[in-house]
């Protein structure tokens, strides 16, 4: 169980993985998400060490290079709805080894979390 901090309270997370095969970069899928359809495109800058994300709808790009920051919700800044996932999707090691997101570590320890819902803890 992953455990975050919202709104000054923990909140424990069920969560489920999105896969990203470093091997394919740059490439792209689609996946479904909060029941909708999305293309996600996956890209690598060796230069800053940095993944970043483009995300699809309808056959319309609605972002581009969003990158992925380790805890950072994606998304979360340029959030607007019926446009993107209903769901939260966060960079997280689950092992709590990783604080950050690198290409020695995304897909082995740190891993792209979907919050399927939550449970407060008191």
Do not use: H
Not at 46 to 52: L, Q
Not at 62 to 88: A, N, Q, W
């Amino acid at each position: 169980m992953v455990i975050w901090q919202q709104g000054g309270k923990e909140v424990a997370v069920k969560k489920d993985r999105i896969e990203i095969n470093k091997n394919l970069i740059p490439y792209s899928f689609d996946i479904t998400l909060g029941g909708e359809i999305f293309e996600i495109g996956v890209n690598y800058n060796e230069f800053a060490d940095m993944f970043t994300l483009s995300l699809t709808k309808d056959r319309e790009l609605i972002c581009s290079g969003e990158p992925i920051v380790y805890g950072v919700p994606l998304f979360k800044d340029i959030y607007v709805s019926g446009k993107y996932p209903v769901i939260r999707i966060v960079p997280y090691d689950e092992s709590n080894e990783k604080c950050t997101v690198t290409s020695e570590n995304f897909n082995e320890t740190v891993f792209l979390l979907i919050d399927n819902g939550s449970d407060s803890i008191e």
